[in-house]
């Protein structure tokens, strides 16, 4: 099963950018699909960006971030690594930001967005205002 780590949180103030990155170690096949999620605190899980790869590389995006995020994929060299691209940033948008796959296994794609699989331990984002 593949391993994710995510990296490029930080603490930034609002109109800000940063880019996140999630690198993908251990898979043999390329993953079906691929995205963030977040979590603020007290507040569920969402779905940010994902890519759909086995459907030529779809994108979704929340309506939320539409226009101000990018998600991105990089595979070079054996190492597959996903990108997210976070420009004029809000305060909402401060949260803890996961990446997760879909390989062969557990988990499937949805709308272009992973549901189980694996997952990231996670980066935080900071916004302040």
């Known amino acids: 099963q593949v391993q994710l780590q995510e990296s490029g949180g930080g603490s930034v103030q609002a109109g800000g950018s940063l880019r996140l990155s999630c690198q993908a170690s251990?898979?043999?096949?390329?993953?079906?699909?691929m995205g963030w999620f977040r979590q603020a605190p007290g507040k569920e899980r969402e779905e940010v960006a994902g890519?759909?790869?086995?459907?030529?590389?779809?994108?979704?995006?929340a309506d939320s971030v539409k226009g101000r995020f990018t998600i991105s994929q990089e595979d070079a060299k054996n190492t597959l690594t996903l990108y997210l691209q976070m420009n004029g940033l809000k305060p909402e948008d401060t949260a803890m930001y996961y990446c997760?796959?879909?390989?062969?296994?557990?988990?499937?794609?949805?709308?272009?967005?992973?549901?189980?699989?694996?997952w990231g331990q996670g980066t935080q984002v900071t916004v302040s205002s």
């Open positions: 890519i759909d790869i086995d459907a030529g590389g779809k994108i979704s995006y």
């Open positions: 251990g898979y043999t096949d390329m993953p079906y699909c």
């Open positions: 997760a796959a879909i390989t062969p296994g557990p988990g499937y794609c949805s709308g272009g967005f992973p549901v189980g699989g694996s």
